[in-house]
């Protein structure tokens, strides 16, 4: 008998990819042994290609500890470094983390988003030898263009210099908000109308795909949002349409590498059924005077 969860991966629609052979290697002998615990029940099969996490509760956790906000934000920049290297210790090719949303540009008061650049440009300059230990690829999606030139300069420095590294690819989405990304993709592919190289007629799913700012990686097989908000805050709204979603209660200054194992464990219980039916789903009943009176 199969048991729930034992088909992970039943068949994926076209374009999601699951080539295992792209896996980085992993490092399981770094994890601390609290992580190697949880990380002895995963199916190493089974492991997501890519992460993404709705990083959330920098600033109730700081409430909580009657500390000013931005000291939430400086504890979830260390929580960033943690995740991201137990992520490359498990070898997870793709981990994409919601650092700075187009609307937190435009509603949080000006004080607070200088303290964010410059807390994200402070990262940048710290960790840089740390991404190059760990074989991290840093990448950045979003309206970078409309961020301060300075920070945008240590994004492309760094992103510059962890290019050829071929382990995680970490991907911060700043100034990122996803319907600015579909207004971005269409734009683009209006253009390609316009210029003749495509057809209206036979614009494909692949063709948005390719205008996205994550055309060169697969889908999230896994979003993780903590501080217990059940909403998805316009986050890779085109990529999460088959993805598994977990909410932990856990403040983001608190979550750290064995949290996201346990994500990754929860994740393996379930089964993908990509609008299938599913393993353990029955017989299905052909004949109509049945239903009818199924349903009388
Ligand atoms: C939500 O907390 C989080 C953010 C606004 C952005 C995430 C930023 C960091 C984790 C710090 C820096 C990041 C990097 C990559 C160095 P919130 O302020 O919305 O929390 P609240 O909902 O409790 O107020």
């Known amino acids: 008998m199969q048991l729930r969860g034992e088909s992970l991966y039943s068949s994926p629609p076209a374009g999601i ?10 490092r399981i002998d770094e ?7 949880v990380y002895a029940t995963l199916k190493p099969e089974r492991l997501p290609q890519h992460v993404a996490i709705i990083m959330d509760g920098n600033g109730r956790w700081a409430g909580r500890r009657s500390l000013k906000r931005f000291l939430g934000h400086q504890q979830g920049a260390k929580a960033v470094q943690y995740v991201t290297e137990t992520a490359a210790r498990i070898g997870l090719p793709w981990l994409t983390l919601y650092a700075f949303s187009l609307e937190n540009n435009l509603r949080r008061p000006r004080a607070e988003v200088g303290f964010l650049m410059r807390l994200l440009k402070t990262y940048l ?11 991290i690829r840093l990448r950045c999606i979003g309206r970078t263009h409309d961020l301060p030139p300075d920070v945008q300069a240590k994004m492309r420095e760094v992103e510059e210099a962890t290019s050829r590294n071929t382990g995680t690819t970490l991907t911060l989405a700043l100034n ?10 269409f734009r683009g592919l209006a253009e390609e109308v316009c210029g003749k190289h495509l057809n209206p007629e036979r614009i ?3 063709d948005i795909h390719r205008h996205l700012y994550t055309a060169h990686m697969p ?12 909403r998805v805050s316009n986050f890779l709204l085109w990529q999460i349409a088959y993805t598994e979603i977990f909410v932990t209660e856990r403040f983001w200054p ?14 393996q219980r379930r089964e993908r059924r990509y609008g299938a039916i599913g393993e353990d789903g029955g017989e299905v009943e052909e004949n109509p005077e049945r239903i009818k009176i199924a349903v009388s």
């Open 176 to 185: 990122y908000g996803a319907r600015s990304e579909l207004v971005d993709a």
């Open 31 to 37: 994890l601390i042994p609290e992580e190697r615990a």
């Open 219 to 230: 889908d999230p097989d896994l979003l993780i949002r903590t501080s217990g908000e059940l």
């Open 254 to 267: 608190d979550f750290r590498g064995i949290h996201l194992l346990e994500a990754i464990a929860d994740f």
């Open 125 to 135: 300059d710290d960790n840089i030898a740390r991404m190059m230990k760990n074989n």
């Open 204 to 206: 494909t799913e692949e």
């Open 17 to 26: 990819a699951t080539n295992p052979d792209t896996r980085p290697a992993m």
